[in-house]
């Protein structure tokens, strides 16, 4: 038997694809309603949705989180939240083809 062992990064990557070749998620990509919530894995996930559906030019992945622990080192405002949250663009809602 073969192990490996991925980074976060890659393994996030390989739920954002898994997820994007989804029937179910396909099919209502085509005619239903996505909602992909904020978080460092959904935002492989909203990249891959939105490269499908040819519209994650405008999206930052590295914007699109929550609740996300920061080093002590990093800047943060006195509520722990980050200094710079105008990256974030909100949920991902795909509706209909259209994000």
């Known amino acids: 038997m073969r192990q490996l062992s991925l980074t976060p990064a890659a393994g996030k990557r390989l739920i954002g694809k898994a997820i ?3 029937s179910e998620v396909l099919n209502a990509l085509k005619g239903g309603t ?10 492989y ?7 499908i559906i040819g519209q994650s030019n ?3 992945r590295d914007h699109f989180f929550r609740g996300i622990v ?3 080192a990093y800047t943060k405002k006195e509520d722990g939240r980050s200094p710079d949250e105008s990256g974030f663009s909100g949920d ?5 083809g259209v994000w």
């Open 70 to 72: 920061l080093p002590p």
């Open 92 to 96: 991902v809602v795909i509706k209909d």
């Open 20 to 22: 994007a070749k989804h």
């Open 45 to 51: 996930v909203a990249e891959e949705l939105l490269a």
């Open 34 to 43: 996505v909602v992909v919530i904020a978080g460092t894995t959904n935002s």
């Open 58 to 60: 405008d999206f930052r």
